[in-house]
């Protein structure tokens, strides 16, 4: 790319992660705060962005198309059942695409192509679903829409720095994990658990 080119690559994704902090911690948050967090103009995220609502639809698009990735991947693992299944969930997990469906579902109009990959990541979600319980791996009891919500709960896990809620979402993970799995599964769980302080540091605002 250009010199102008690849600063207008950079300053896009710098504004994305940007709103993707902004909007997670504050769903009303105003676009100017997107600009102050980037380090851009507002008049160069304006540009790329025309409203809040654009940006909103580009981060959900952006997360959709995250989550079908992951679960397309996982569908083309021939291998173990339960090993792609896992895969599945461990990867949702480490994307975080959860994140923005906490915060920001209800918050914006879907656009048609939103609609459309909402559709197709519903679909994929079921299709390994549906295999994993064919397979005789997952418990047949739990659904597709509980898979949801196991996601949104892990993701709602925000203790520490990034490294820290990395570990302690993987710790619960496998615990969700094993309670899935035909037979019941029984291992040592990552990273430690977590302590006193760090719960009733929660309250605490920094002086």
């Not at 520490?160 to 993987?170: M, V, Y």
Request: net charge negative; charged share 25%.
């Amino acid at each position: 790319m250009s010199g102008r080119k690849a600063q207008a690559a950079r300053n896009d994704e710098l504004i994305l992660q940007a709103a993707r902090a902004v909007f997670t911690a504050d769903p009303g948050a105003p676009i100017a705060a997107v600009a102050e967090r980037a380090g851009v103009g507002i008049s160069a995220l304006y540009r790329r962005y025309p409203s809040k609502e654009a940006l909103l639809q580009k981060l959900c698009g952006d997360g959709l198309k995250l989550y079908i990735e992951v679960t397309e991947r996982a569908l083309a693992d021939e291998g173990d059942p339960w090993e792609a299944f896992a895969g599945y969930m461990h990867g949702i997990v480490d994307a975080d695409t959860n994140s923005l469906t906490i915060k920001l579902a209800g918050t914006f109009q879907p656009t048609e192509e939103l609609g459309r990959d909402a559709a197709r990541a519903g679909m994929l979600a079921t299709e390994i679903h549906h295999r994993a319980v064919e397979a005789g791996v997952l418990r047949p009891d739990v659904t597709v829409a509980d898979i949801a919500l196991l996601f949104e709960q892990i993701a709602s896990i925000k203790l520490g720095d990034e490294r820290r809620i990395f570990q302690l979402r993987h710790r619960y993970l496998a615990l969700v994990m094993d309670s899935l799995r035909v037979p019941p599964a029984h291992r040592d769980l990552p990273g430690p658990p977590p302590v006193d302080e760090e719960l009733s540091a929660r309250w605490w605002s920094p002086s």
